[in-house]
């Protein structure tokens, strides 16, 4: 089986959780680099991402700029994601679908038409446009997501069949607004339930943004204690965290330390919440909730391995006595139907 690790390449956008610079160097370990064309409907020309004023049912054309620093003629395959919130707090521009759940109006991944795989010559750059078609009906707050772009990788993984290596894609964000009409962020809480997070045991409360705006600067203290105790069995902290517009994610709260989690156990609990953001807002949660026998044992089945202390003779017995029954029942049946016939 191949294992790839993908290495993601962020824009830069400025209090919405992009951190790292979309245009990379030919020194660098990648052998292209990918850079927006702001258009003269900019918001801020300082930023490296496109922050765009639109009108309802407006189209435009945007373009974004590939280089190829490599010798060699190269295909890059194009994505346009909606903006997400993962399990971790953070704004997640590089998933390529949304949840069955979802809450949002106007996925920007709906709004974009673009070339889906471009060609680029050897030591060359070329542009790439996008048409955006904004919501016919007007909106507040904002539409944001990324335009992701990956080279094809099919080449190196031809020549390093089952090895390691690292695919890298660049991923430029894209917000679009309308007006500068004040949104408020909300944070509900919906549920806490058992899961299995990537091979660890734990919890996940279910968290939703329900308005069209990003909440920045998130602060989260989360405890989970067992009905009637004051000592936390679960504790969850986030600090500096961002959360999607009108989002609905699970967020993470393993028992005992990620890597090195303890099996869960059944009973009633409570979990005691507050998350703070950048503005000073503040949301207080208390939940009570319960594990089942069946919740805990399937996690925990999933995650670690789970001693049976059933007798494995016991089987055996079973399943000797079950068939002496049948070759004894079958012996009777062939001497009564012999009897009568003679």
Request: net charge negative; charged share 25%; no cysteine.
């Given at each position: 089986m191949k294992n790839w690790r993908i290495i993601v390449f962020i824009g830069i956008l400025a209090g919405l959780g992009f951190s790292i610079s979309a245009e990379a160097q030919e020194s660098?370990?990648?052998?292209?680099?990918?850079?927006?064309i702001l258009p003269e409907n900019q918001r801020d020309t300082g930023r490296s991402f496109f922050d765009l004023r639109v009108n309802p049912g407006g189209k435009q054309t945007i373009q974004i700029q590939i280089n190829n620093f490599s010798d060699e003629e190269q295909t890059y395959h194009i994505k346009i994601n909606t903006a997400q919130t993962n399990g971790n707090v953070v704004i997640d521009y590089g998933q390529d679908t949304l949840p069955e759940e979802h809450i949002i109006n106007y996925p920007i991944s709906e709004f974009v038409d673009y070339p889906e795989e471009v060609t680029i010559p050897a030591q060359k750059a070329g542009l790439v446009s996008l048409?955006?078609?904004a919501p016919a009906t007007?909106?507040?707050?904002?539409l944001l997501g990324g335009i992701q772009i990956k080279k094809d990788f099919?080449?190196?993984?031809?020549?390093?069949?089952?090895?390691?290596?690292?695919?890298y894609a660049y991923v430029i964000g894209l917000m679009l607004?309308?007006?500068d009409t004040e949104v408020t962020p909300e944070l509900k809480l919906?549920?806490?339930?058992?899961?299995?997070?990537?091979?660890?045991a734990g919890l996940v409360a279910v968290l939703e943004n329900p308005q069209p705006i990003n909440i920045k600067g998130v602060e989260i203290e989360a405890d989970i204690r067992a009905k009637g105790s004051e000592e936390p069995v679960m504790t969850r902290m986030i600090e500096n965290g961002g959360i999607a517009p009108q989002s609905v994610f699970a967020m993470n709260i393993f028992h005992?330390?990620?890597g090195n989690t303890k099996p869960l156990e059944a009973g009633d609990y409570q979990l005691s919440m507050k998350a703070t953001d950048e503005e000073g807002r503040e949301w207080l949660f208390t939940e009570e909730f319960s594990i089942t026998k069946e919740q805990a044992m399937a996690v925990n089945r999933e995650v670690f391995t789970v001693e049976d202390h059933t007798n494995?003779?016991?089987?055996?017995?079973i399943g000797i006595l079950a068939a002496l029954v049948v070759v004894g029942g079958g012996y009777s049946f062939y001497r009564i139907r012999k009897n009568r016939r003679t």
């Open positions: 660098s370990n990648a052998n292209y680099s990918v850079k927006p048409d955006i078609h007007s909106f507040d707050g904002i099919t080449k190196e993984q031809e020549e390093n069949p089952g090895q390691i290596f690292s695919e607004s309308e007006n919906n549920e806490v339930k058992s899961e299995v997070i990537t091979n660890n005992g330390e990620a494995p003779w016991l089987y055996a017995i």
